[in-house]
């Protein structure tokens, strides 16, 4: 049906950036919205941020002002920017594609190591 594929992840320093991207195929129309999440090392995977179908985007209060979601019109492709990294940002982070009867898709994940 569709499938995501991220990259873009490694360590950095805290105070830096990364920029993550998804790589999105298959029947990508379907999808109503695009976004990421993470899941930290013993914690449960949280939402991060979500792009909608008409460009509006959502983000977790953790990351807003700091991050920045972006996607093109095909849906093929969706980034995370994010700035200002600190330790707590360290996870897997995973793209999402959702459905709205419920559906979601989900990458394999990349790993983010921010370090103090």
């Known amino acids: 049906q569709v499938q995501l594929v991220e990259s873009g992840g490694g360590l950095v320093q805290a105070g830096g950036s990364l920029k993550l991207a998804c790589s999105a195929s298959g029947r990508t129309w379907i999808l109503d919205a695009m976004g990421w999440y993470r899941q930290a090392p013993g914690k449960q995977r949280e939402w991060v941020a979500s792009v909608r179908t008409s460009g509006s985007a959502e983000y977790a209060d953790s990351v807003k002002g700091r991050f920045t979601i972006s996607s093109n019109v095909a849906k093929t492709a969706v980034y995370l920017q994010m700035n200002s990294l600190n330790v707590e940002d360290t996870g897997v982070y995973y793209c999402?594609?959702?459905?709205?009867?419920?559906?979601?898709?989900w990458g394999q994940g990349t790993q983010v190591t921010v370090s103090s």
């Open positions: 999402n594609g959702h459905h709205r009867s419920g559906t979601d898709v």
